[in-house]
């Protein structure tokens, strides 16, 4: 079975599933009619299934070994700008993060897969997840069993960043780990024109706010990377009023847990010393909402072995801040989470993730599925 030709039998159909559900967008955790029809057809192919909410395991096949491949079904909330024929139907929002395309793709693979189950050693366990734009949907998988019994996983991306239909795949870090923060800065209000007899919390937050920044470019080696972007500040509402207090809010970034512990670290400090030198008081919620995702060594070669034997076009890809919630899988398993290029300037396929124009090289969808295919059968073969 030649994974690609198989594949591309099914060409059109992976793309009409696409602009399907590109037409019909949910958001996280209300995936309820994109995964009904994915739960159909895998039913109709015979997959065994199990529902974790809008989330579903199927597994086929029999034996030893397991390989899973996941792919996510929300969509965001973006008005969509494109006019294309399947441009969305809801207001509002919008598969603009190609998630679409990763449902579509992995139940090409589910079609091909059993229709070749009968030369499967091994089990194939798909997983199709709610929630991943910030609900860790994987998290509710992995709590529902998505992992049990499970050898390697494996995922894809769509990716702007690279040409159409060449794969990405990359060895250790890809994405960032991500965490969020909100900080209350307590001062004492009064009048503005007495600044003596007051805890001015503004100065304190613009000390406190120039001081973050030192972290990645004092704390953090200067070989290793890390962000800590303050992103809102609220306080005061009058010209000639000193407020009690301000509200900072933010996201830091980073490859390493070990630099993301640095830079927890650091914020504490800062909110705690420079509170501290002016007599005010402080509350710092840093809350980690997603680890870094980072590829297993031998398992990207052996998905950089498949490539090369079936003829894909495949290179390496460069990490990003940006993070994804894939990374819970690969803290259990080893895995590889793997880049499948989108971008064609001649069709105008150019704007970036989460853009309101953003689109898939619908052509190429076809190589995903292949392979997800040709990952499956080579794993459980090995
Ligand atoms: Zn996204
Ligand atoms: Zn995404």
Known sequence: MNPIEEALKIKDEIIAWRRDFHMHPELKYEEERTSRIVEEHLREWGYKIKRVGTGIIADIGKGEKTIALRADMDALPVQEENNVPYRSKIPGKMHACGHDAHTAMLLGAAKIIAEHADGLSGKVRLIFQPAEEGGNGALKMIEGGALDGVDAVFGFHVWMDIPSGVI??????????????????????????????????????????????????????????????????????????????????????????????????????????????????????????????????????????????????????????????????????????????????????????????????????????AMEVALAFEFLRA
């Open 168 to 369: 990405g795949i990359r060895d250790g870090p890809f994405l960032a780990g991500a965490g969020i923060f909100r900080a209350i800065i307590k001062g004492k209000g009064g009048h503005g024109a007495s600044p003596h007899e007051t805890i001015d919390p503004i100065p304190i937050t613009a000390e406190t706010i120039l001081a973050l920044q030192t972290i990645v470019s004092r704390n953090v080696d200067p070989i290793e990377s890390g962000v800590v972007s303050v992103t809102s500040i609220r306080g005061g509402t009058a010209f000639n009023v000193i407020p009690e207090e301000v509200e900072l809010k933010g996201t830091v970034r980073f490859f390493k847990p070990e630099v993301g512990d640095l830079i927890v670290r650091r914020m504490k400090e800062i909110f705690d010393g420079i509170t501290r030198a002016h007599g005010a008081s402080y509350e710092l919620d840093i809350e980690e909402l997603t680890p870094p995702t980072v590829n297993d060594k031998r398992m990207a070669d052996f998905a950089r072995r498949v490539a090369g034997k079936y003829g894909f076009r495949y290179g390496d890809v460069k990490p990003t801040m940006g993070a994804e919630d894939f990374s819970f899988y690969l803290q259990k398993v080893p895995g590889a989470f793997l880049a499948l290029g989108i971008r064609n300037e001649e069709k105008g396929i150019v704007h970036p993730h989460h853009h309101p124009k953003f689109d898939v090289d619908e052509d190429v969808l076809h190589l995903g599925t």
